[in-house]
């Protein structure tokens, strides 16, 4: 006969792991639904943005890139060989100043790369990419696909 307080049954000391099999499986199958979303892999066309538009200061530096390839710095036309004087001269040699670079939408690629490579030997690594100011982006139409 078993006394009064005792229980008829007998502590077991082992650790139940299938509630943590069970949530090591769930986490598995969120990984790996979760991790091909977080790769891009796609083809993007990033010319538009729909970014907020920054504070301007009180007297911008704009360098403007036209059609034709040539530069302006505000209103005054400037030569590429002659940018780095003259952003000196409107900047009081200050290298720390901003840039505001807007470029026509048919200037090349290589042609803004060029004009930036000369503003970084200038010294002015502060240079912001000036866009439209719209609320939406403009969609480009999608490149054919290469067969």
Do not use: C, Q
């Not at 990984?31 to 729909?50: G, H, K, Q, R, Y």
């Not at 911008?60 to 001269?89: Q, R």
């Not at 720390?96 to 970084?120: K, P």
């Amino acid at each position: 006969m078993a006394a009064p307080g005792d229980d008829d049954l007998a502590e077991v000391h082992e650790i139940n792991v299938t509630p943590f099999i069970d949530v090591i499986l769930v986490l598995l199958i969120i990984f790996m639904i979760a991790a091909p979303l977080a790769t891009v892999d796609a083809p993007v066309d990033l010319p538009a943005s729909n970014a907020l538009p920054s504070e301007r200061p009180d007297e911008p530096l704009w360098l403007t890139m036209e059609a034709d390839g040539g530069l302006l710095l505000g209103e005054d036309p400037v030569a590429l060989e002659t940018l780095g004087p003259a952003l000196a001269d409107a900047s009081g040699d200050d290298p720390e100043a901003r840039i505001f670079l807007r470029a026509d939408a048919s200037v090349s690629y290589g042609d803004l790369t060029e004009v930036m490579n000369v503003l970084r030997s200038a010294g002015y690594l502060k240079i912001a990419l000036v866009g439209r100011e719209s609320g939406e982006a403009v969609s480009a139409p999608a490149p054919d696909p290469v067969p």
